[in-house]
């Protein structure tokens, strides 16, 4: 077996006996079996034990662990976790939470230890299992091809490979390699525990699958294998979308363009949806096939509202031509958007510039020549700037955002008003925006939302003579 694994580490994991590794150690033959391998192949080893913090007999099992480390001669570091706790924080199974933490655990210490590589125990039959269990989800290729030797970049790091050289060991020559070494493993009895869908699969239903097919484990295993160059093809795909469809991502949140979304063959939005599920929460697995037709019908107008939960705290909210994909209870950013105060009002001098919220400026400026105020009016096709008749206004003018019931007489609607919330709400402005969306007013009169509508009683006329130009925008940097 030795021979074996350090051809599978330098030949598919790209490592050779120079490089420092992190070996994820529960104690069990697995681990332990690796970890014996690791060292008789001269590999420099800092040996990791995670305690999921789930069994009670776990505190006493790290030093025998430490105990096996020790013997070993490998640097040894031990760290406890709270799985429950994550677990009901985030919504998803005790399996999945103590899963997600023991990866993140191994890349942090990886990271801190400068350690080349991350390499855990996963077998062939831990392979089998996990592909029935993403069949049993209602999985696509990317579940059906189950884990892989060498993954980088993975969802903890992009610089640090996850590696599994154990993967095409099946457990029965595992422990045949700890019996010939003496080695003694510790036995995890949650390991039996059929509460768990894994255990199930285990001891339940692959047993019975094998009176019908007695090589039905490695013919799932094969399928493994030939599914992961299928998906090799649709990964590029998924790739090339996101980076054409992505507008904006930050912590806790990712905006793409819609229309571009439904453009895409459902196989990739599906996917593509899965890389953003997966960009809020590295290495969730349980994302089953409902969670993603739930936002595509959502996308595609099929299902009421604006937005949906999706997994695990994850919603995804439609906003305008754009949707999110946003984490927990993190608020859209504001950035974007112009801001005032709602208890703020801004008298508008001539000439004068304003600095209004989230890094916007209103600048007002009068203009005097009648021909040039016909013909720059007549020409804008800018909806963030105006020119009013100063003749048709009572000065001064205030910008500040809208109250309650208030009205527009919008250019184009003989005469009529429309309602400033209705206007908001027919163009499209994000909620989130409204109320702190700035008016240029004139006492009790609105006269422009900027962006959207000009008021008719204000507008240039062609024997206007003089007009105040208002241009709301981005703040110079000087």
């Not at 985030?90 to 350690?115: D, G, K, N």
């Not at 527009?408 to 429309?418: D, E, K, P, R």
């Amino acid at each position: 077996m030795l021979d074996k694994i350090v051809n599978i580490l330098q030949q598919q994991c790209k490592i050779d006996a120079n490089n420092s590794l992190l070996l994820g150690l529960s104690g069990g033959p697995d681990s332990l079996c690796l970890l014996h391998v690791l060292v008789q192949a001269g590999y420099s080893i800092v040996a990791l034990h995670v305690n999921h913090g789930l069994r009670i007999e776990a505190d006493n099992e790290v030093k025998l662990v430490e105990d096996v480390a020790s013997s070993l001669k490998v640097e040894f570091a031990s760290i406890k976790l709270d799985v429950l706790a994550y677990s009901r924080q985030h919504q998803v199974s005790i399996e999945e939470a103590a899963r997600i933490l023991r990866y993140q655990v191994l890349f942090e210490q990886a990271h801190a230890r400068r350690a080349s590589a991350v390499v855990v125990g996963h077998t062939a039959d831990d392979q089998v299992e996990t592909i029935l269990l993403h069949l049993l989800r209602g999985t696509g290729i990317v579940g059906l091809r189950g884990m892989q030797i060498r993954k980088l970049p993975n969802p903890w790091s992009a610089e640090i490979p996850l590696l599994r050289p154990l993967l095409s060991t099946w457990r029965v020559e595992i422990q045949q390699y700890i019996d010939a070494h003496g080695l003694v493993a510790i036995f995890d009895q949650s390991n039996q525990d059929v509460s768990f869908l894994r255990n199930r699969i285990r001891h339940e239903l692959l047993p019975l699958l094998d009176h019908y097919n007695p090589s039905f484990r490695e013919s799932l295993l094969r399928m493994g294998e030939s599914m992961k160059e299928d998906f090799s093809v649709i990964q590029d795909l998924v790739s090339k979308a996101w980076d054409s469809l992505l507008i904006q991502q930050g912590s806790g949140f990712l905006r793409f363009n819609t229309a571009e979304f439904l453009e895409l063959p459902p196989s990739i939005q599906r996917y593509l949806l899965r890389k953003a599920i997966e960009y809020h929460l590295p290495g969730l697995r349980d994302v089953g096939f409902d969670c993603i037709e739930r936002g595509l019908n959502l996308l595609a107008g099929d299902l009421p509202g604006k937005q949906t939960d999706l997994i695990a705290g994850i919603r995804l909210v439609k906003e305008g031509e754009d949707f999110w994909l946003v984490s927990n209870q993190v608020t859209l950013p504001l950035t974007e958007f112009p801001a005032i105060s709602p208890d703020e009002q801004i008298v508008l001098q001539i000439p004068s510039r304003h600095e209004l919220g989230t890094g916007w400026q209103l600048d007002v400026e009068e203009v005097c020549d009648p021909e040039a105020i016909r013909q720059e009016s007549s020409s804008n096709s800018d909806p963030y700037q105006a020119w009013i008749d100063i003749s048709e206004v009572k000065l001064p003018l205030v910008a500040r955002t809208r109250h309650p019931g208030e009205r527009i007489h919008s250019l184009g609607l003989n005469g009529h008003s429309t309602k400033i919330s209705d206007l908001m709400i027919n163009l499209k402005l994000p909620e989130r925006a409204r109320l702190t969306w700035p008016l240029v007013c004139s006492g009790d009169e609105v006269l422009w939302v900027p962006g959207y509508r000009l008021s008719y009683l204000v507008q240039v006329k062609p024997d206007s003579v003089k007009a105040l130009h208002l241009i709301l925008g981005r703040r110079q940097v000087s």
